[in-house]
């Protein structure tokens, strides 16, 4: 029997006080209304008056196995996590399993032609369905959210084994709210954990694991024709590590895979967080061919990744952490000021790959601002970029490059590339320095062209700034750097090997304001430089120390007075 009442269920969302709940019970004792959680979703009208709420506790009294449940033009609450359909309360720790047996079907399917309407999934576990055609969830023309749930061991599916979620003609929103975990998954094509696609929304906020899933294309997640927000990131209970990770592409993009053949695709790593809130990572993902971490491919693909990890990701070619090609944009920034170091920074870190450690750009464009790009490693060139192909574009500016590993630390196209490739990099007021096993900091081959701006370049010595092409000799522009022979210096640029780094031993490569042979009070104002430096100071600190060409200082960190140098990590 439904029962109805006017109140506010605790367990629900939060209703009007003349609202109608209708409470439908689901186990496997006399007192529950049904056996069949089908059965329930059945017992939900088509039409369910504005601010009513149909809510189906699905009690762990029940087994549900071999299941699939279609949810077609309906609108409700479905809630596990009850011992009895009498419970007072859920045991948030202990989720009802919805287990498909193994079956090529949807455990549940989701779906809305007519008009789009809101589902609410809670304190449930989904799981065990394998085929062509197979998924945890399947939502279409719906909005999902979903809260404490986990969806596993989906396999053999060719898209969207976890989670497929579509647009179609109504749009669809999918909300992974807190505790939510999509691991295990796999598919042979798009989208191990999750597909997003068609013209649906993605909103993944920070207690929300995608780990362990496995795919062709975006082993973690997969989105063509997308929007929304990757905000995963967090510690929740039992001290679990919520993170995109540890998922595997067996093409590209382990971690996330972005496409716009569907329509235009923009994702947001990153949205709407305050300096207060955990960063998202992007961490341990392995592709065999691109994009350990992220792949970002197509015109009308945007990614903007903010104050956000992409770190200890592998890629088999290319771009450890992130590959970008065929006219998509990324940008990477950070916006935290005095963000507190490894808790809370924009860093590219630790990623591996034989051509771009950290970054490979083709025929695309990025951008990496206010963004430390720490300890990459290229067994081949370019340890933190390489710009493989025809009018490929880079931007750095405030970025810390430390610690990165490999033969060059920039790289621009192949010298064997026929025709000759015309690719184009800029770096400004940026910091490079400390990067083992670099035989030459920029390589530039074929038609590539670089631009080196008010920027500290440090080597060891006989390791030049850059090795060209006779025809594209780099820029430096009021640089403080270690040699000048390879390069086409202006008459502000220092050439010295004593910037004057307050601690570069313990990672500190902050200027000292006091040393009177660094590389502060160098540059003259010029507006194609940002107002702000890595950590968000203004620029410029004009110290007591005579200018040179102006009071403004080469590098990623403005000079600033020592009463502050402990306020926060600069590395």
């Known amino acids: 029997m439904i029962r109805y009442a006017f109140f506010l269920l605790c367990i629900a969302l939060t209703q009007p006080l003349s609202a109608a709940v209708a409470l439908i019970t689901v186990g496997g004792t006399g007192d529950c209304d049904f056996s069949s959680i089908q059965d329930a979703v059945d017992a939900v009208p088509l039409n369910v008056p504005e601010g009513d709420l149909y809510v189906i506790r699905v009690a762990r009294s029940g087994t549900y196995n071999g299941v699939s449940v279609e949810a077609f033009e309906k609108a409700f609450l479905m809630e596990g996590g009850y011992a009895e359909c009498s419970s007072a309360l859920p045991d948030t720790n202990n989720n009802t399993v919805i287990d498909g047996g193994g079956a090529n079907t949807q455990v549940i399917d989701v779906r809305n032609t007519i008009e789009r309407k809101r589902v609410t999934l809670a304190n449930l576990t989904i799981q065990n369905a394998s085929g062509l055609t197979a998924s945890g969830l399947y939502v279409s023309g719906t909005d999902v959210n979903l809260r ?19 647009g179609d003609s109504l749009g669809a929103t999918l909300i992974l709210g807190e505790n939510v975990a999509v691991i295990d998954n796999a598919v042979s094509q798009e989208g191990g954990g999750i597909y997003c696609g068609d013209g649906a929304r993605l909103e993944i906020y920070s207690a929300t694991g995608i780990s362990n899933n496995t795919a062709s294309q975006g082993g973690g997640i997969y989105a063509n024709g997308c929007s929304g927000f990757i905000n995963s990131g967090a510690t929740g209970l039992a001290g679990l590590f919520y993170n995109v990770g540890y998922n595997t592409a067996t093409f590209g993009g382990g971690g996330i895979y972005l496409d716009s053949t569907q329509g235009p695709t923009d994702i947001v790593i990153g949205e709407g967080l305050t300096g207060l809130d955990p960063r998202p990572l992007i961490i341990e993902n392995e592709a065999s061919v691109q994009g350990g971490g992220i792949m970002a491919v197509g015109a009308d693909t945007r990614l903007t990744v903010r104050n956000a990890l992409v770190g200890f990701n592998v890629s088999g070619s290319l771009g450890g952490g992130i590959q970008v090609r065929n006219g998509a944009e990324v940008i ?21 790959a034989p051509l771009g450690g950290a970054f490979s750009v083709g025929t695309a464009t990025l951008s990496v601002e206010r ?43 192949d010298p064997s590339s026929s025709p000759p490739l015309d690719t184009s990099l800029e770096v400004l007021a940026s910091t490079i320095v400390d990067n ?93 430089y940002a ?41």
């Open 148 to 166: 404490n749930v986990t969806i596993q061991n989906v396999t053999g599916a060719i898209r969207g084994a976890g989670v497929r979620v579509e």
């Open 332 to 352: 990477v920034e950070g916006t935290r000021p005095r963000c507190a170091g490894a808790q809370a920074c924009s860093a590219i870190e630790a990623n591996e």
């Open 371 to 413: 963004t430390r790009v720490l300890d990459n490693i290229a067994t081949s060139q370019g340890s933190v970029l390489f710009l493989q192909s025809q009018d490929a574009t880079a931007r750095f500016e405030n970025a810390l490059v430390v610690g990165n590993d490999g033969a060059s630390v920039f790289y621009q196209s």
């Open 436 to 528: 083992p096993n670099a035989t030459r900091v920029f390589e530039l081959n074929s038609l590539g062209e670089a631009f080196i701006g008010r920027s500290i370049v440090q080597a060891p010595g006989g390791v030049p700034v850059a090795d060209f092409d006779a025809s594209n000799e780099p820029t430096v522009e009021c640089g403080f750097i270690h040699e000048a022979a390879s390069v086409n210096e202006d008459v502000a640029t220092a050439v010295s090997t004593t910037p004057g780094f307050i601690d570069p031993g313990a990672g500190d490569y902050r200027l000292d304001i006091a040393d009177l042979a660094g590389a502060v009070d160098r540059c003259p104002a010029n507006p194609i």
């Open 531 to 571: 107002p702000l430096d890595l950590l968000g100071e203004e620029r410029p600190y004009d110290t007591p120390l005579p200018d040179v060409a102006g009071p403004f200082d080469p590098g990623a960190f403005e000079g600033n007075d020592r009463l502050f140098r402990d306020a926060f990590d600069a590395h």
